[in-house]
């Protein structure tokens, strides 16, 4: 018996063998999957992503400081290319 209790389910399979397959760099790539019985967990290690927060700095209890135009843009750009890519590769997300 695995960790979803029983033989593992055919979406969950596919959904595993999708993420396998990506490969981009804005989308966070699974690394490893370890299936645990004696847990009972069936674990996902995905890539570790270094970087910036996504959230705005906060300047004091009720204000923040706006994240700045081209900073805003280069995250949208990113997410849209990534987007693009799962669209490529038929992957609705």
Known sequence: QDALGGTHSHACVREIAIMKKLCHPNIVQLVEVIDDPASDRLLLV????????????????????????????????????????????????
Request: proline share 6%.
């Open 46 to 93: 995905m890539e570790f992503v270094d970087g910036e927060s996504l959230h705005p700095t906060r300047v004091d209890s009720t204000h923040w400081e706006p994240v700045p135009e081209h900073v805003a843009w280069q995250r949208c750009r990113d997410v849209l290319q990534g987007l693009d890519y799962l669209h490529y590769n038929d992957v609705v997300h």
